[in-house]
């Protein structure tokens, strides 16, 4: 996505987004903004995240707030990227969803309140949760430091 085009977006700045529907579809790419701002879900299966074991850390694409880290990333099966816990208690907040016929609990961007999936609770320990999340909606930044030092490691051994 072209992040220039979208002024909001940082991966450091903590103070909340309120733009209307009608500016977040000026500065987000169609994909990401269906998601984001009009609660689509991804077809299962499709997104890169899904399958992906980098370490890093993954941010809101429509923000840049900081969402999920890699190691808390597991196999869910299900068809979308999985983790079982958030960075912190602020990086997303929780709405219920009554939509389809079910009582979902649905997770938003707890700085720009896009739409990023959902939670069950039939995730692993140590929280037993599952936050079910589209891969559109998550930019991943790859940890630097951390692979600088296993390439020094592998170095010296
Ligand atoms: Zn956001």
């Keep these: 996505m072209?992040?220039?085009?979208?002024p909001v977006y940082?991966?450091?700045?903590?103070?909340?987004?309120?733009?209307?529907?009608?500016?977040?579809?000026?500065?987000?790419?169609?994909?990401?903004?269906?998601?984001?701002?009009?609660?689509?879900?991804?077809?299962p299966w499709t997104s890169k995240f899904e399958n992906f074991k980098e370490v890093g850390t993954y941010y809101c694409a429509a923000c840049g707030n900081p969402l999920f880290k890699s190691d808390t990333k597991f196999d869910s099966g299900c068809g979308w990227p999985s983790f079982y816990e958030p960075i912190s208690k602020n990086s997303v907040i929780y709405l219920e969803d009554r939509s389809h016929g079910m009582i979902r609990t649905e997770v938003q961007c707890g700085r720009?309140?896009?739409?990023?999936?959902?939670?069950?609770?039939?995730?692993?320990?140590?929280?037993?949760?599952?936050?079910?999340?589209?891969?559109?909606?998550?930019?991943?930044?790859?940890?630097?430091?951390?692979?600088?030092?296993?390439?020094?490691?592998?170095?010296?051994?």
């Design 2 to 6: 072209d992040k220039s085009k979208n």
């Design 10 to 43: 940082s991966r450091t700045d903590t103070t909340p987004v309120k733009l209307s529907n009608e500016e977040w579809q000026k500065i987000l790419s169609p994909e990401v903004y269906y998601i984001a701002r009009q609660k689509g879900t991804e077809r």
């Design 112 to 157: 720009c309140q896009a739409h990023l999936g959902h939670v069950f609770d039939d995730g692993p320990p140590p929280t037993g949760l599952r936050y079910c999340i589209n891969g559109v909606i998550l930019d991943f930044e790859k940890a630097q430091d951390i692979e600088k030092e296993y390439k020094q490691q592998q170095k010296k051994s």
